[in-house]
């Protein structure tokens, strides 16, 4: 999935932090300061606009990186088979591998779904990335001002470093919980005993009676490790470099 993951960062950060500036001018009256519930309304404008370009490419990713995990337990189920004493289980055949592409599953989707196929969890991808958006965009522009020593000029880059890595890892574990929701919708293929979801609720429902609260926050510290850097470097290459120089 890194070449698909490539494809889905470029655009992501490039819409959600271009996104952001222009709501944030349109919500500014006469250049003044914006005000907090300003700030939340540009950011959720800009979660908007990347998650409706975005989608598609978030769940191929999913689809490649959950690839991996579906081969290895039908080449695990194959091999109990062998092992087992009843005749018919010993003469089982092998799983053949097949590497999965994102142009198989592609047109996998459009053949047998059409173009909702590719917006499959557009809901549950809204309800992480808008919520993300809003926490993280003021976090930043409120950090960053604690860097600047006159507010016409810009703060130092490592003061938008850093601005970006705490502001990006704190919005990635407040929303944590929608972005493993959003997950298991993405997820076509189900391993031996993996539940199915009709929907959000139903998902949420389901991970609370059967795997407790604590599921909920799977993979923040990842998560959290991984935004940080992304924010922090991208934060500083368009706020005090392209954007500034465009």
Not at 170 to 180: F, G, K, M, T
Not at 219 to 246: H, K, M, W
Request: aromatic share 8%.
């Amino acid at each position: 999935g890194a070449a698909v993951n490539l494809t889905l960062v470029t655009p992501e950060k490039a819409i959600k932090l271009a996104a952001n500036d222009f709501f944030r001018h349109h919500l500014s009256k006469d250049g003044k300061k914006l005000t907090l519930l300003r700030e939340m309304l540009a950011g959720c404008g800009a979660g908007t606009c990347q998650v409706i370009v975005t989608t598609p490419m978030e769940m191929l990713k999913i689809q490649l990186q959950d690839a991996g995990r579906i081969a290895a337990q039908k080449k695990l189920m194959a091999a109990q088979a062998q092992l087992s004493p009843s005749s018919a289980a010993r003469v089982a055949e092998p799983v053949v591998e097949t590497r999965t592409t994102a142009t198989q599953i592609t047109r996998e989707l459009l053949r047998s779904k059409g173009i909702a196929g590719l917006y499959k969890g557009l809901g549950a991808t809204l309800l992480r990335d808008v919520p993300f958006s809003i926490v993280y965009f003021p976090m930043f522009a409120n950090l960053n001002k604690l860097g600047q020593k006159d507010p016409n000029v810009k703060a130092p880059f490592y003061v938008s470093f850093l601005s970006g890595c705490v502001a990006g890892s704190a919005a990635a574990v407040a929303v944590n919980p929608c972005d493993v929701i959003k997950t298991r919708l993405q997820s076509l293929q189900r391993g031996v005993n993996e539940d199915t979801y009709s929907g959000i609720l139903d998902c949420t429902k389901k991970i609370w009676q059967k795997e407790g609260p604590m599921a909920f926050l799977k993979g923040a510290y990842c998560r959290a490790l991984v935004i940080a850097p992304l924010f922090g470097i991208a934060q500083v290459v368009y706020f005090i470099g392209i954007a500034e120089f465009l």
